[in-house]
């Protein structure tokens, strides 16, 4: 089956720096990434989606200057958290789908931690 | 209002009885339907699709109510490994929206 797999699986940062997350689907060629973050006891939410060789969607409230997203190949995403804060701290997964696949394998997820 | 709401829970159900729970949407366009389990701390695993004339899946069994917009799952001879979050999620125009998810836990 699809494997999507991601990087690092936690991270405790400093506030103020940066932490870039990798997406990587391992088995199949991923047209599409998206990208949630998941705060405790609530639901996924959708930050960006994004295709390979063009520049993400972001969805509404979501800042594209602080999450930067690239996926500059069809195997890999990256969302880097700019100057990271406390507030930022939750469960980021990812998933990708293949071209024309309505579905979506999920990444483990990365949990960031910012001190 | 939530896109898609569900009872956060706990469900408390004895193992081998069965437990069965809803979740509304508010989207009448949405084209799938998906319950997915999440265990603590790992991301979301699809459980099942859900149809309009109801499927089952060895010991789940899913509805879709089209007209009242909501979907159901049904869990019989629960196990102790059952014990996790559901999620219900909707697919809208190729975004999935979920729930926030109902936990069950499952007791010897």
């Known amino acids: 089956g699809a494997v999507v797999s991601q990087h690092p699986s936690w991270v405790i940062c400093k506030s103020g720096t940066s932490v870039k997350i990798e997406c990587r689907s391992l088995d199949f060629q991923a047209t599409t990434m998206f990208w949630y973050r998941q705060f405790p006891k609530q639901s996924l939410m959708l930050m960006a989606t994004s295709n390979e060789g063009s520049k993400a969607t972001y969805e509404q409230g979501v800042e594209k200057d602080k999450f930067l997203i690239n996926h500059a190949s069809l195997t890999l995403s990256t969302l880097t958290v700019t100057s990271a804060h406390p507030e930022d701290s939750s469960f980021y997964i990812c998933s990708a789908s293949g071209r024309g696949a309505d579905t979506q394998y999920f990444g483990p997820g990365t949990r960031l931690t910012v001190l | 209002r939530k896109e898609v709401e569900q009872d956060p829970g706990p469900f408390n159900v004895p193992e081998g009885a069965t437990v069965a729970f809803n979740c509304t949407y508010s989207n009448s366009a949405s084209q799938s339907f998906f319950w997915y389990r999440q265990d603590c701390r790992k991301e979301p695993k699809l459980l099942m699709s859900?149809?309009?004339s109801g499927n089952e899946d060895g010991r789940f069994t899913a509805q879709l109510n089209r007209a009242s917009q909501y979907i159901s799952l049904l869990i019989r001879d629960s196990k102790l490994s059952d014990s996790a979050t559901y999620l219900c999620v909707v697919n809208s125009w190729g975004k999935l929206q979920f729930g926030a998810g109902t936990q069950v836990v499952v007791t010897p």
């Open positions: 859900v149809y309009s």
